[in-house]
């Protein structure tokens, strides 16, 4: 591929993973708090809801992880063909 897709698809899937990491932030977040809801409850029902939301959160993170990763090793992809791509062109 030449230099020009190499680098919209290394701007592309930066923008994903700017936007994935923004998500797990935001969910850590939440999930902080419900840990704290939970430790600080004292009826045994609230604390059962806050583990409850606790894990749904948990679980979420899990996947925009699993995404995340998928997202880095296609970056480290294009980011070896953008290199090769940019020496062909100063060889030139």
Known sequence: ?????????LYLYSKKLKKIN???KK???KAEKHVKKH?????EEN???H??????????????????NILIDRLKHHL????D????EHKL
Do not use: P, W
């Open 27 to 29: 969910l850590s977040g």
């Open 51 to 68: 583990s409850k939301r606790h894990y749904k959160v948990k679980e979420e993170i899990k996947d925009l992880l699993k995404m995340h």
């Open 85 to 88: 791509a940019l020496r062909k």
């Open 22 to 24: 923004k998500k797990i």
């Open 80 to 83: 070896v063909n953008f290199n």
């Open 47 to 49: 604390r059962l809801k």
């Open 39 to 43: 430790q600080q409850s004292t009826s």
């Open 1 to 9: 591929m030449n230099i020009s897709k190499e680098a919209a698809y």
